[in-house]
């Protein structure tokens, strides 16, 4: 994976990406008045350490704005057995769904690293709607590549990045990179 | 992966462990009030079953169902095999109707592979004559795993340290070859406590001839069914015998530790290998292992039939 053309371009840096979060995080209780009846489900695998920054920096907005706040209701759910592409690929499930919260009236901010295709949204969408009927499903995800397949939007972004098929895109606290090669 | 399971040996340590880890995802699909995902739609699975079996295909068909699939049954006595029809033409024909995998149990050793041989469907082993059980064994192993708390994946874990008694008839059981297999494969230490007359003629398993000198130093208690015939046979002069020596008696079990785990693949012989009510064992988890078939066949299913070969998607397949 070390040769030279794999080795990526750097686009965002640590600091833009931990803004990026706390941004976002700011928007997400904006636009939902609060943390109430609201919940951060991580798609697996990319989308875990996102929900727990995410929820990190709700809990401390939250915390210095209201004097004390309660816990940020968090989850992870793998699509896997949802996908469209099943039989296609190799199967490649992520950790095990953790919805142990009542979904049923809830609203579900779903969040991944990277908003691509919109197939694995599209499949946790799906994956969400077998546990109950959330009252809303927003999806918030730090990077928004393009070439949607399918017509999903994000609610909450932390940047734009316009991409060719050719590349893919990694997503860590450590910063944003683009490699030359799709990866599968 | 391969597009079937026929054993143990051919599925091999690092199948195994991916297996376990499968099975935690249907765990938890099982765990929901509607235990059902699209995983597996438009695929078909067709139960062939040469011998009878309650749990099994039951445990098959139910698992198929859970992932989507839709499933056909097809059973020897109602079929044209009785008007002479060849097993080979049979399995063509199933085949020819557009099934994406054979779930086969049969009275002979090796039918699954002659199946497989026959057909380019994925062929899943549900008991091969006195050979194999693979998913007998997986739901084994998951079903101590989960007892245990024991973190075994594909990243690593084991069984190391762990002592296991397999009781009763271990020649004629396809259960005792490929779970004695299975915890090897994951590092336990298997003991056989079977009298010699029902032992295979070649192993390298330690074997013991009298429950008594193993019942207070193992973790898993594994007793095997005895069956009826065994004793027509002369290979066990009577089953009262049997009990007195390899049976888990109200007075064994009172030996053995409460953090020994009770097995039975079943159906049980109640008052022959199970002499006592295994509802009132602590360590008993029988139950666990039929909930535990479900959901290591639905990994089975998803595994050979959810999966393609790297190159058939092109494309990136990130969100």
């Known amino acids: 994976m070390n040769t030279p053309s794999d080795v990526g371009k750097q686009v965002l840096g640590p600091d833009d990406v931990r803004r990026a979060i706390t941004r976002m995080a700011h928007e997400i209780i904006e636009r939902n008045r609060g943390t109430a009846d609201l919940a951060l489900v991580g798609i697996q695998t990319g989308g875990v350490w996102v929900v727990e920054a995410l929820a990190a920096e709700m809990l401390r907005i939250e915390a210095a704005e209201n004097c004390g706040a309660n816990p940020i209701v968090v989850g992870s759910v793998d699509a896997s057995l949802y996908r469209d592409d099943i039989g296609m690929r190799p199967v490649s499930p992520g950790s095990v769904s953790d919805l142990t919260f009542t979904v049923e009236g809830v609203t579900v901010v779903l969040v991944d690293d990277v908003l691509y295709t919109g197939r694995t949204v599209r499949a946790a969408i799906d994956a969400i709607g077998d546990y109950g009927r959330p009252k809303a499903v927003q999806l918030a995800a730090i990077v928004d590549r393009g070439h949607r397949e399918l017509p999903i939007r994000p609610d909450f972004v932390g940047k734009n990045l316009p991409t060719s098929a050719e590349e893919s895109v990694s997503v860590t606290p450590n910063g944003v990179t683009i490699t030359q090669g799709t990866d599968t | ?319």
């Open chain 2, 1 to 319: 992966m391969s597009r079937s399971l026929l054993s143990i040996t051919e599925l091999g340590e690092t199948g195994l462990r991916r297996m376990l880890d499968t099975s935690d995802h249907m765990a938890e699909v099982n765990r929901r009030p509607n235990p059902k995902v699209p995983a597996l739609r438009g695929k078909t699975v067709c139960n062939v079953f040469f011998e009878d079996s309650t749990r099994t295909r039951l445990s098959f068909e139910t698992a198929a169902k859970r992932l989507s699939a839709d499933t056909m049954n097809f059973s020897v006595s109602q079929s044209s095999l009785n008007k002479g029809e060849s097993l080979r033409d049979t399995v063509e024909t199933i085949a020819a109707m557009g099934v994406d995998a054979f779930v086969i149990r049969h009275g002979s050793s090796g039918a699954p592979w002659q199946i497989g041989e026959w057909t380019s469907i994925s062929v899943i082993n549900a008991g091969d004559g006195w050979h194999a059980h693979p998913t007998q064994a997986l739901l084994d192993m998951y079903t101590v795993r989960t007892a245990l708390n024991r973190p075994i994946s594909v990243d690593g874990g084991s069984f190391d340290g762990l002592r296991v008694a397999m009781v009763g008839d271990i020649k004629h059981s396809r259960v005792a070859r490929s779970t004695t297999e299975a915890f090897k494969l994951l590092g336990a230490n298997v003991t056989w406590v079977s009298p010699k007359t029902l032992l295979p003629p070649v192993h390298d398993e330690s074997v013991v001839a009298n429950l008594d000198e193993v019942i207070e130093d193992v973790d898993v208690l594994y007793l095997l069914r005895m069956q009826n015939e065994r004793m027509s046979e002369a290979l066990v002069p009577h089953l009262r015998e049997y009990t007195a020596r390899f049976g888990l008696t109200p007075e064994r079990a009172a030996r053995i530790g409460r953090h020994v785990l009770v097995m039975h693949p079943g159906p049980m012989n109640r008052g022959v290998e199970m002499a006592v009510d295994p509802g009132e064992l602590p360590g008993s988890v029988i139950n666990q292992q039929v909930t535990n078939g479900i959901n290591v066949r639905m990994a089975v299913l998803f595994e050979l039939l959810g999966s393609g070969s790297e190159n058939s998607l092109t494309g990136n397949t990130e969100s």
